[in-house]
């Protein structure tokens, strides 16, 4: 069955680096692939999606990348700031290109002033 | 439009009784979701309808709960009897089917069985 992964739990970086966090996923490669951030105590937020056909998206400071050979999306905040902390979490579809999203457990960012 | 709106907020029960859990999404999204999310095994997904029906309810743990979309802005989740280990986050989330567009999700309810 399809299984999402996202490498790190925790990603501690400086004001102003940037962040780059890793999401794999096994056996087919989805239609799409989201990223959601997440605050505590909220629901996720959506922030992007990037297609099959689209190596890379950017809005604002956020930029995804997608490699269906590596089965890989990372996902970058250049410029970080403190209120960028959160936990983001990937998603992908399962059962085609439709369907139920299943997501990748987060990684929880701090930016330290 | 004030987004997908979920009560309660939190929710404490004794175990064994009946826990219900409302939701209702964004007018116009064809789709709704229930997702729990643990520390442990993250968000799963529980049940999805389409349009009302449900599609896939696989991810139901048991017997013990239910779900129902009556209508379009109006979706509850039941645990009975509810157990300890039910205890979690749980989210519904709506969007418009089969154009991959981002899921809307509510705040969640957070349910503590005791």
């Known amino acids: 069955s399809q299984k999402i992964e996202q490498n790190s739990e925790a990603l501690n970086i400086q004001e102003g680096k940037t962040a780059t966090l890793t999401c794999n996923y096994t056996n087919y490669s989805p239609a799409y692939l989201q990223w959601y951030r997440q605050d505590p105590g909220r629901g996720p937020v959506f922030l992007l999606l990037i297609r099959e056909n689209e190596k890379e998206k950017r809005k604002e400071r956020l930029k995804v990348t997608f490699d269906t050979t590596l089965k890989q999306s990372l996902f970058h905040i250049t410029a970080s700031q403190p209120a960028d902390s959160a936990t983001y979490l990937c998603a992908i579809p399962y059962g085609g290109s439709q369907g139920n999203l299943i997501f990748g457990k987060g990684t929880k960012l701090s930016v330290k002033p | 439009d004030a987004g997908v709106i979920q009560s309660p907020r939190h929710e404490v029960t004794e175990m064994g009784q009946e826990v219900t859990l409302r939701c209702k999404p964004i007018s116009g999204h064809n789709s709704l979701f229930w997702y729990r999310q643990t520390m442990m095994r993250g968000l799963e997904l529980l049940i999805y309808f389409n349009n009302n029906v449900p599609i896939d309810d696989s991810g139901m743990p048991e017997d013990r709960f239910s779900a129902k979309m009556p209508n379009a802005s109006f979706s509850t989740l039941k645990i009975q009897p509810s157990e300890p280990r039910d205890s979690a986050v749980y989210f519904c989330?709506?969007?418009?089917?089969?154009?991959?567009?981002?899921?809307?999700f509510g705040s969640g309810t957070r349910l503590t069985v005791v």
């Open positions: 989330a709506s969007s418009l089917a089969q154009t991959g567009q981002g899921y809307t």
